[in-house]
């Protein structure tokens, strides 16, 4: 499908996530109620206090930038979890790093 569909499908694939781990956090902004255009997400997985005591002591915050028709910041932190895997704590999209994003 297109980027607007795939769009579009964010808040229900989260809300189905949630069925399955109900410590499962996410926050979709959009510009209006009429037009539901996305401007932002985060989402981070588990209960922070259950997660973090498993995972590795070294912590990796990263950004890019987004190209293309949709442009924008990727914010992500992870770390190792203990079979040796990268683990994502939390994934955000935004216009740009900012105090309020």
Do not use: M
């Not at 922070?48 to 070294?58: E, I, M, S, W």
């Not at 950004?63 to 704590?89: E, M, S, V």
């Amino acid at each position: 499908g297109s980027f607007e569909h795939a769009y579009q499908l964010l808040t229900s694939y989260f809300a189905n996530i949630r069925l399955v781990d109900p410590d499962f956090v996410f926050n979709i902004q959009t510009t209006s109620c009429k037009d539901k255009r996305f401007t932002r997400y985060f989402w981070y997985f588990g209960h922070p206090k259950k997660t973090y005591k498993l995972l590795g002591p070294v912590v990796v915050i990263d950004k890019t930038f987004l190209k293309g028709r949709y442009r924008g910041t990727l914010l992500t932190t992870i770390t190792i979890d203990p079979n040796n895997h990268i683990f994502p704590l939390a994934i955000s999209i935004t216009n740009s790093e900012t105090t309020e994003s």
